[in-house]
């Protein structure tokens, strides 16, 4: 090496040793207007140091009650980011799902995930089978303006659900204000069906003709309520649907008269065969005024758009995503 290029490197190293610098340093140098703001959402990054299966255990082992946006884990390793509700009935609660209309006018056409996406067809009885499957769509934020199911559905053994019924396009920390309804249940059912809807809808498969209404109907859970009551749920269906179902409860696997299967029955329990005036999710065929009541919100607008008429269900109803729950 000659003495120039000695000096060089001399310089050159004393240069970087002085300035010290990062390209971190950008981000942590904030002006004071900034500072609050950031450290907020730092605050929130720095949940990704958590390692946890649900919002139980976010709350349980890192002693967190802020309602919010929380990265969990699986059990392969998996990590999504999901909202935690840590205050409902002692928090604790992972959404894991939400079922979101984007077009009642499309009959088992795109956007209706929890139904079939590819028409009304008998031979396509489970149609997507997303009740049932490991398949996950949608992003959290988006919630309540399309359809949403994360790693949670069957990666979390929870006890028990909670279900709020948010208007569409609500932003994440509006959810709770906006809500028309809003219940969970506390007998913590779901040990008896495997610790979650995937496990659940296993054993009672939604699936077109695999039973008879009410006889072969899945389980109705009485539910508590954080907002809303009995018989305003059933003022969010049809006054005919009113006739045909009792409040408080939600019900899982409504079979109808034309043997269609639904999913879920939010707030009530079927006491006739029209589910598809009240139940939401389906499997890919459903015989009556075929396709009419194809779709994630099945025939809630059979007498017209959120009429509040015959079977059709109110507006509100209507125009809302069902959040699905588990703690
Ligand atoms: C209360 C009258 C029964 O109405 C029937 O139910 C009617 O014929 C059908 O249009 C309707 C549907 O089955 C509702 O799903
Ligand atoms: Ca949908
Ligand atoms: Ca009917």
């Not at 296993?202 to 809303?228: F, K, M, Q, T, W």
């Amino acid at each position: 090496m000659t003495f120039q290029a000695f000096l060089l490197t001399i310089t050159l190293l004393m240069a970087f040793q002085t300035s010290n610098t990062s390209p971190l340093d950008s981000v942590k140098k904030i002006g004071p207007t900034n500072a609050p703001k950031v450290a907020k959402v730092d605050e929130i990054r720095n949940r990704a140091q958590f390692i946890a299966r649900s919002c139980k255990e976010v709350r349980e082992v890192y002693g967190q009650s802020e309602n919010g946006l929380y990265y969990l884990t699986t059990s392969t390793g998996v990590v999504y980011q999901t909202f935690c509700d840590m205050t409902t009935a002692g928090g604790g609660w992972t959404l894991v799902a939400s079922v979101h209309e984007d077009n009642i006018y499309g009959k088992c056409t795109v956007g209706d995930r929890w139904t079939s996406q590819q028409g009304n067809n008998a031979n396509w009885p489970q149609g997507e089978g997303n009740w049932a499957n490991r398949k996950t769509f949608g992003t959290v934020e988006a919630a309540t303006d399309d359809d949403f199911k994360n790693p949670g559905y069957y990666d979390i053994v929870a006890e028990d659900m909670s279900v709020w019924h948010v208007p569409n396009n609500t932003p994440v920390n509006h959810w709770k204000l906006a809500a028309i309804m809003r219940y969970h249940t506390d007998r913590r059912f779901l040990h008896l069906y495997g610790g979650n809807l995937y496990s659940l809808f296993h054993r009672y498969p939604v699936e077109y003709n695999v039973g008879a209404h009410l006889s072969d109907n899945g389980p109705s859970i009485p539910i508590v309520y954080d907002l809303g009551d009995k018989e305003s749920t059933k003022m969010f269906y049809g006054p005919y649907s009113g006739a045909e179902i009792e409040g408080g409860f939600i019900s899982f696997r409504a079979i109808n008269y034309e043997r269609a299967a639904t999913a879920i029955c939010s707030g009530v329990k079927p006491k006739g065969g029209n589910a598809e005036t009240y139940c939401i999710g389906g499997g890919g065929f459903f015989p009556e005024g075929n396709p009419l009541q194809c779709g994630d919100f099945t025939a809630f607008a059979w007498n017209g758009y959120g009429t509040h008429v015959g079977w059709s269900a109110s507006k509100q109803m209507l125009e809302s995503a069902v959040l699905l729950f588990y703690r």
